[in-house]
């Protein structure tokens, strides 16, 4: 069973290998390009260059926001922001949020699959380690819904510890959903107001306020599901 599981993930790091050549035959300077875009982390070209792809438009910045996400790096604030500048402030913090929701999933998906046997092993041999997993199923929902409500705090970090945890991956997905909204949208909101040089407090305040009404339906979801 061991070496058949270990063939089985052999097959699928072949495959997700496989996957970046078949993009770069298909596009041949697409990571190139990307990677110039990233270095340079200017956001109006950034924006530029995905108002370039017309009707597609939204379509490759939800796969390259979910993209992003997946990998961890670079910040997605580069193109959430980018998204509002594009489609408005409430569509793109909306298309960010469900793209990046999807990334993280993705993420979470892989991590657990290549890494959560390891990680078992080892903490089945600390009672410390034990104690903290069996909380992560239990409670991790909250702290993971919280954590990813402050901004700024490195996507690829909390994708790791969500999944070498005991946290469920549906309580994964829905805390990264609701989380995402308030982190996303202080990011975005915050970048595309310093670029247009416009300055409304009133959508942060909301944001802010939308944030605590999560927090508390957070702690009310926790009790009700795991009591």
């Known amino acids: 069973m061991k070496a058949s599981m270990t063939t089985v993930k052999i097959i699928a790091a072949i495959l997700i290998a496989l996957l970046f050549l078949v993009i770069h035959l ?16 200017d956001i109006m070209e ?23 996400n997946a990998l961890g790096f670079p910040p ?11 489609f408005g402030i409430v569509e793109g ?11 993280v999933t993705i993420s979470f998906l892989l991590l ?40 700024y705090l490195p996507s690829a970090l909390l994708n790791a510890v969500g999944a070498l945890s005991a946290l469920s991956l549906r309580d994964y997905f829905i805390a990264s959903l609701i989380g995402k909204f308030p982190s996303t ?28 009404v999560l927090i508390g339906w957070a702690w009310w979801y926790e009790r009700r599901m795991h009591h």
């Open 26 to 41: 298909a596009v041949p300077g697409f990571f190139a390009e990307m990677y110039e875009l990233l270095r340079r982390g």
């Open 46 to 68: 950034t924006a530029e260059y995905i108002r370039s792809f017309g009707d597609m438009a939204v379509v490759f910045s939800f796969l390259l926001t979910l993209f992003v």
């Open 76 to 86: 997605a604030i580069i193109f959430s922001t980018a998204n509002t500048l594009i």
């Open 93 to 103: 913090i909306t298309i960010s949020v469900v793209a990046e929701t999807v990334g």
């Open 112 to 151: 657990r699959f290549f890494f959560r046997d390891t990680a078992e092993k080892i903490i089945s041999k600390s009672p410390r380690l034990s104690k903290l997993d069996k909380y992560s199923g239990e409670k991790g929902f909250v702290v993971m819904l919280i954590a990813r409500m402050v901004p």
């Open 185 to 212: 949208g202080i990011e975005a909101i915050i970048g595309h107001d310093a670029i247009m040089q416009e300055e409304d407090p009133t959508r942060i305040v909301v944001v802010v306020v939308f944030a605590v």
